[in-house]
């Protein structure tokens, strides 16, 4: 059974800088789409970002492109989220999700709370 496990979130101040992390075991890492979600408190989750298999293709949301940059390890079964300037409304929490045919498992989730 795939499991994904997050962390590095935290209490940031605004323009800081926060790196998530979400390992996935039980699975064949290097053959799942993976992505960054996150939702805020009252709001729909939302796609932040993603990332192919290889990690030749990766998209962003609208807001936080520029920012926000996505990752993978193959090796280290290891998917990251760099994030950058961060500003209040970035304030959420964060899931890693990964996908393959077949297979789809979610996070516990991890929380990132940017202070103004």
């Known amino acids: ?3 994904l496990v997050e962390s590095g979130g935290g209490l940031v101040e605004l323009g800081g800088s926060l790196r998530l992390s979400c390992v ?3 699975g ?3 053959s799942y789409f993976m992505s960054w979600f996150r939702q805020a408190l009252g709001k729909e989750r939302e796609l932040v970002a993603g990332i192919s298999s290889t990690g030749a293709g990766v ?3 609208d ?3 520029g920012r926000f940059t996505i990752s993978r390890d193959n090796a280290k079964n290891t998917v990251y989220l760099q994030m950058n300037s961060l500003k209040p409304e970035d304030t959420a929490v964060y899931y890693c999700y990964g996908f393959r045919p077949g297979s789809k ?3 516990q989730g991890t929380q990132v709370t940017v202070s103004s």
Do not use: H
């Open 24 to 26: 996935l075991s039980g």
């Open 28 to 30: 064949t890492f290097s």
């Open 105 to 107: 498992s979610w996070g």
């Open 1 to 3: 059974q795939v499991q």
């Open 63 to 65: 807001s936080v492109k």
């Open 59 to 61: 998209n962003y949301a």
